[in-house]
């Protein structure tokens, strides 16, 4: 048998300070129509099987209420229904009572604090007896939360709960959904919309894995995104109470966030509508409005064929009507005070605007205004967002005649050198990221380590921004389509390997371009994502030092190189060793490096030929000892050898290539072979956008003798 384990309500101890104790028989005794509804069938049978072995543990609270011919009961329960009823299931026909004269209001309330003290209130239980407190004897919000002390937005959040719908009450009940998502949904003031978002949460389309409902992560963004719209944006003045009469203005109305902070508390903006209903019928009432007045007025209205026929290419420079978004630089002589930036209403207001030419109506009943362009630009004109035709060859006159100084020149020349460096650093940049970005692709084939994965996320979890395939990698799907249903069919018939490199493009793709924008005094802007890339290269052993040295070598410089500088060198940059080799031979005061030279590049699996080093594959078979240190050449040979080298290295212009062999990862997934870099065309010259691929992005590999 188990052990009653209900914890007794401390308005029991304290009614029984005051109370009668009796026997009652329960059928004496009536329910409060006020107390809650549900109960835990399984539990209360639990209950039962206790009271017929012990009995009731603790007596219930009892009132004296007048009989009447629908409840003939003499006694209405206080507090401790629940073992009332367990009683009535164990057969029992008496139970232990207090009985206690109280008023309505003070039954009320220690029932409500008998359900709270509860181990597990519903929160929709408790929404109802704050109502209730409220319905009945007329308390405020401020004041139900002082009496039961609880803080004003819990209270508030938990009475929100009291305008959900029966269908959605009767599911959270059921425990079908939780408290939060609850009240996600309570917020939505329409019905009708309540039950839709229910529905959205619980059955979402595309849902992974099937069957499943939306995290509540996941159903705050869908119902703040569908369900909650921006009143800054709304195309209606939101003040204008007139507009929807019913509705009244957005600045009072409580479906609007600001006026509810402590159900929104989670809205940044105070200016966000809850009712995408009400919202759409104002905009069609603002619209019907605009119609009416320009009929008026005796503005054209066009629509349907008629209007696609009367505005082709609205956007072009050349287009005889613009829109009031229309951006500032498709207009002539824009003044440099603008930088070329914002559009026609960022400087022309209802008053500086000129009358409309004519409106265009959509489909779906929206209306948008068009104005004469000449008639914009005069006004842009007087407003002094353009020059007009005087003004503008004033300025070029005195830009162009204007005579420069020498401080003036040497600027000019310091800007010029910081534009190139700037472009060359964007270059080099893009080209050794994408560089670092295939190694470490080409690595990941055959399965990324646990660090790595812990790294990438990590990436994950704390970025905001929704993934999709970045345009830079796009092309290592082939010919397939880029939509995402496209892509998550392919994912479906995929590997392993090929879906987790989809899952790397996803995030690390888009870190492979810098923009002129990232670029800051000193090198380039900090980025979370190249970070992480970086990381995991080094975990899957890719130094993206090595990368980099690899597509821009450093000079080569011999005062202060000892024998591991040149065994590391020519583990970097093997194809360098004769560039090394004439560097080494140059430098008069290091003749000590040539000995060390030859045996660094023995250990790395070099010999020397006629012409310079080679691999041993390439020639002849590589001694027994290599890596060992070889025995001191003769001095007649070592000059005889620094000829040779000299000789080769000229020749080839320290460009000469030294085979080794290159091993191609497992089945790894395609890579572009020349992939274009995506530089901004606005502020790179035409030459380096013509630039072959293969001279900007692939790493300097080495695949033969010269």
């Known amino acids: 048998m188990k052990k009653n384990t209900t914890k007794p309500a401390v308005v029991t101890t304290t009614a029984a300070n005051d109370g009668v104790f009796g ?62 009823r367990a009683s009535i299931i164990a057969g029992i026909e008496v139970v232990p009572a207090m009985v206690r004269e109280m008023s309505d209001r003070d039954a009320a309330m220690i029932r409500l604090l008998e359900n709270l003290q509860r181990e597990d209130p519903h929160p929709l239980e408790e929404a109802i007896g704050y109502e209730q407190l409220m319905l009945q004897f007329g308390l405020t919000a401020d004041q139900v939360a002082d009496e039961i002390k609880k803080s004003r937005s819990y209270v508030y959040g938990r009475l929100k709960l009291c305008a959900l719908t029966n269908d959605v009450r009767e599911l959270f009940l059921d425990n079908k959904i939780s408290a939060s998502t609850a009240l996600l949904i309570a917020r939505i003031p329409v019905p009708a919309l309540q039950a839709k978002a229910l529905d959205e949460v619980i059955n979402p389309k595309n849902a992974y894995p099937a069957g499943e409902p939306l995290s509540y992560r996941r159903a705050v963004e869908h119902i703040q995104n569908r369900y909650m719209l921006d009143l800054t944006t709304a195309v209606f003045p939101v003040s204008d109470g007139k507009l929807l009469a019913a509705a009244g203005a957005c600045t009072k109305c409580p479906k609007r966030t600001g006026n509810q902070p402590e159900i929104f508390s989670d809205i940044k903006s105070a200016d966000v509508c809850t009712d995408p209903d009400c919202f759409g019928e104002k905009k069609a ?18 629509e349907g064929a008629e209007a696609k026929k009367a505005l082709p290419n609205t956007w072009q420079r050349d287009s005889e009507l613009v829109r009031g978004d229309q951006t500032i630089w498709t207009f ?17 207001d209802e008053r500086s605007l000129p009358p409309v030419a004519n409106y265009f109506k959509n489909e779906d009943g929206s209306v948008i205004a068009f104005y004469d362009r000449q008639a914009v630009q005069q006004a842009l004109e007087k407003v002094g967002a353009c020059e007009t035709v005087e003004q503008h060859a004033e300025r070029m006159s005195l830009i162009v005649n204007a005579p420069k100084s020498e401080a003036q020149i040497a600027k000019d020349i310091a800007e010029t050198e910081l534009k190139e460096a700037r472009l060359k650093l964007l270059k080099e940049e893009n080209a050794f990221r994408l560089s670092l970005y295939k190694k470490f692709r080409d690595r990941a084939a055959n399965g990324l380590s646990l660090d790595s994965l812990r790294e990438f996320v990590k990436l994950i979890l704390l970025d905001n921004n929704d993934y999709s395939l970045p345009s830079d990698v796009l ?44 670029l800051e005094d000193g090198g380039i802007r900090s980025d979370d994502r190249f970070e992480t890339l970086s990381r995991m290269a080094r975990i899957e052993g890719i130094d993206p030092g090595t990368v980099r040295e690899q597509l ?51 250990a790395a699996g070099f010999v020397y030929a006629a012409g310079g080093f080679i691999t041993a594959s390439a020639g002849e078979q590589a001694p027994e000892t290599v890596g060992v240190a070889p025995e001191p050449a003769p001095a007649e040979e070592v000059r005889e050898q620094q000829k040779k080298i ?4 000229n020749a080839t212009k320290g460009k000469t290539k030294a085979q080794t062999a290159v091993v191609a990862p497992v089945e790894a997934w395609p890579f572009p072979k020349s992939p274009e870099a995506a530089f901004d065309n606005h502020n790179l010259p035409a030459a380096i956008e013509a630039m072959p691929a293969a001279e900007v992005a692939e790493p300097l590999l080495p695949e033969e003798v010269a």
């Open 332 to 348: 002539d002589r824009n003044a440099p005070s603008t930088k070329n930036n914002g559009s026609v209403i960022d400087f022309l």
């Open 646 to 649: 000299v000789k080769t290295v």
């Open 285 to 302: 009432a603002h619209f019907a409005k605009v119609v009416v007045t320009a009929n008026k007025k005796g503005v054209p209205v066009l």
């Open 552 to 602: 821009y070598p450093s000079p080569i410089v011999t005062s202060a190189m000892q024998y591991d500088d040149l065994v590391k060198f020519i583990r970097i940059s093997p194809e360098r060793i004769n560039e090394l080799a004439k560097a080494v031979i140059a430098d008069a005061s290091r003749f000590d490096l040539i000995d060390a030279l030859e045996r660094a590049a023995k």
């Open 23 to 84: 026997i009652h028989r329960v059928n004496e005794i009536r329910p409060s129509p006020d107390n809650r509804k549900r109960f835990n069938q399984v539990a209360l049978n639990e209950l039962a099987e206790s009271i017929k072995s012990m009995g009731v543990a603790q007596p219930i609270l009892i009132r004296p209420v007048a009989p009447t011919a629908d409840a003939p009961e003499r006694y209405e329960i206080v507090a401790g229904e629940r073992r009332w």
């Open 475 to 518: 092309d290592v799907y082939g010919d397939a389509n880029h939509s995402d249903d496209d892509v998550c069919a392919y994912i479906d018939k995929a590997s392993l390997q090929e879906v987790q490199l989809i899952l790397v493009d996803l995030v690390l793709g888009e870190c492979l371009q810098v923009e002129s924008w990232e």
